[in-house]
């Protein structure tokens, strides 16, 4: 029985099959093998899974059309930004609490200094953000959260970078698109404020919707799921077709598991595993772990600044899965390891 007919049967059933592309690079890609969003990941085999049911791998060759055409499937330029290659994306905080850098640039002045120094240092994007999404964190009003991230925008507009704005909240979104940002994040992927995907359809710009679990204040209380990977795989494709349905083409939206937000250590970990299955929703994949408490868990190291080499791991380990996108503190570091990862696995990036 071919796959397809396997997948049409086992859909009749009411169960879903997920595909995997397994992910590889380097030099030696096999004549057959197909590449990862065109880029610079490739895969002969696909891990199916399903739920309740271990895993089988099987030739790519046996991939249903559809989910082909998803996974290898050129990812659209974001805000004048091409995906063929590794981008990464500077984190900058005007917040005074955020957990690894909170109050260090929350003064327009420094943040926009801030924005100049990463764009030197490598930075493709910078996301900007005035509100803490920690775990714990207390929500920020939004003219205050306006008040700190829209001067830093305007301070930071000339950059020559795209800038996106980190919020979960429409008219913090759409002060700062009107203050030069050209792109949204919103790591309640529009669950927060039922205004956002108005905000962002009407201003037809790029979209990155994250997956989280309630709100930042207790969403680290006893998480559980069925199957966290296939849990926030499906949780992304309903927030994906709702942005569709609002009008916003599937090619304008980065779609990220959300490391850390409602998730404990194996959770974290079972994403990163297989983090190459959310090629298969067709868009461009971004990740954010810098510094995040996993690290700390993982690596006996406390204080959230020291977690850059934990950082740089994690974040080449999701390069090699495909993910596009990675989003970071240090960029400088970052920079340099995605350089000699790169020539020393004899990436192709075309
Ligand atoms: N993580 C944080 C904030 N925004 N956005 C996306 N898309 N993905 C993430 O993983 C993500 C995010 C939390 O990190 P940080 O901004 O450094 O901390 P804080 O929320 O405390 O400001």
Sequence with gaps: MSLAKAQALSDSRGMSLYFRPVSQFGPARPAQAERIAQGWCWFSEVEVLERGRAPRIVPASALPDEVRARICAPRAALAGLTLSAPRIMGIVNATPDSFSDGGVFNAPEKAGARVREMVAQGADIIDIGGESTRPGAQTVPVAEEIARSA????????????????????????????????????????????????????????????????????MQDNPVYDDVLLDVFDHLRARLDLAERAGIARERIIVDPGIGFGKTLEHNLALLRRLDLFHALGCAVLLGASRKRFIGTLSGEEVAERRVAGSLGVALAALGKGVQIVRVHDVRETRQAVALWHAASGLCVT
């Design 151 to 218: 001067p830093v925008v305007r301070a930071a507009c000339d950059a020559g970078v795209p800038l996106s704005i980190d919020t979960r909240k429409a008219p913090v979104a759409a002060a700062a698109l009107a203050a030069g940002a050209t792109m949204v994040n919103d790591v309640s992927a529009f669950n927060y404020d039922p205004q956002m995907i108005d905000v962002v359809a009407k201003n037809d710009v790029p979209v990155c919707l994250m997956h989280s679990r309630s709100d930042p204040r207790t």
